[in-house]
């Protein structure tokens, strides 16, 4: 029987120990604050920052949100980043990407502040994770490593293979797994658009971390039984839904399940995990900033 992991239960267990850090830290006087900045008016971008204010005010974080109109010029948008850099009440700051494209995205997580850099995107501490001395782990790989962890896998000594390459999953995901830690110690092969034979690096694969953006595109064929399978592709396709469209993951999961040991749903899996490690993120700055010992 392949075991379903329940990202949603997971989150649950995450977002409760970050309101118990919220609580010690408003003990010690200081209430953790979130900053999301939006120069978009993408709908979805919308939606996204939206529910992370939510996400914020469940668990007692303090939820400041900017918009930048989306044709002011790049400037406008950095001195909104160095005003919340320099203000005392936010401890996180995320800018939802992308931007628009006359804005450097580089330029754009260069300028946050290493310390409030809550997504983990800026160099800074893009390098101290490579080096295994992370200050934020991304949130969407560091929830992949919980769900794990959760779920008992075994990571050492096993077969990894992640299939993507981006800053923001792919690479990161490969680093925390290799890294030489009790929740890392595994043999990490990167699949990319370039790889040519992805099936047979499937094949010999212990876990799978999916994360091409290609809808169903791995199926049950192509991996090892008994695989711990994690799905972090959100794609919409066309259905006879209410919308006209559902969410699927990159991973075929009715034929994976039939195969693997563990797999995550879409959704319900790597995505509510993603929001979670966000709140984590946010209250491990605030007490680092502050001083103050939190148990996370
Ligand atoms: P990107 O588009 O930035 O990266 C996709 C990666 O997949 C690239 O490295 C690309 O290779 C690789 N790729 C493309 N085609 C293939 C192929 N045929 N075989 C193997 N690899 C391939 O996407 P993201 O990393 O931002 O996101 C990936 C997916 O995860 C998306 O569906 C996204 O919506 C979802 N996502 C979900 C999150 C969650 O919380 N669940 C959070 C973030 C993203 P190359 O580099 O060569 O182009």
Redesign the pocket.
């Known amino acids: 029987m392949t075991e379903v992991i329940d990202g949603e239960a997971v989150a649950a267990d995450v977002r409760s120990d970050v309101a118990d850090c919220v609580e010690t830290l408003a003990d010690a006087g200081v209430d953790p604050g979130l900053a999301t900045v939006l120069m978009s008016d993408d709908p979805a971008s919308e939606t996204y920052v939206s529910m992370k204010q939510r996400d914020c005010e469940e668990v007692g974080i303090e939820g400041i949100h900017v918009d930048v109109d989306v044709d002011a010029p790049a400037e406008t948008l950095f001195d909104t980043i160095d005003e919340l850099n320099g203000r005392e009440d936010v401890h996180g700051i995320l800018v939802q990407l992308p931007v628009p494209d006359h804005v450097d995205t580089r330029s754009v997580l260069r300028r946050i502040d290493p310390t409030k850099d809550v997504d983990g995107f800026h160099p800074e501490n893009v390098g101290r994770l490579v080096a295994g001395d992370a200050r934020f782990k991304p949130c969407?790989p560091h929830g992949v490593q919980q769900l794990l962890a959760a779920y008992d896998v075994e990571t050492e000594g096993a077969d990894a293979v992640v299939?993507?390459?981006?800053d923001?999953?792919?690479k990161p995901m490969a680093n925390l797994l290799i890294q030489k830690s009790p929740t890392g110690n595994a043999t990490t092969t990167v699949?990319?658009?370039?790889?040519t034979d992805?099936a047979a690096k499937l094949a010999d694969a212990d876990i799978v971390v999916a994360?091409?953006?290609?809808p169903e595109?791995i199926d049950g064929s192509m991996l090892k039984a008994g695989a711990t399978v994690i799905d972090?592709?959100?794609?919409r396709v066309e259905a006879d839904t209410e919308k006209g469209y559902e969410l699927v993951g990159?991973v075929d999961y009715e034929s994976a399940s039939e195969v693997a040991g563990a797999i995550t749903p879409v959704p319900g899996g790597?995505?509510p995990m993603?929001r979670a490690m966000l709140l984590y993120n946010t209250v491990k700055a605030a007490a680092h900033q502050r001083d103050v010992d939190v148990s996370l």
């Open positions: 969407t299939v993507g390459r981006s923001i999953v792919g699949c990319h658009s370039r790889t992805l994360a091409a953006g290609i595109f972090v592709g959100i794609n990159d790597v995505g993603t």
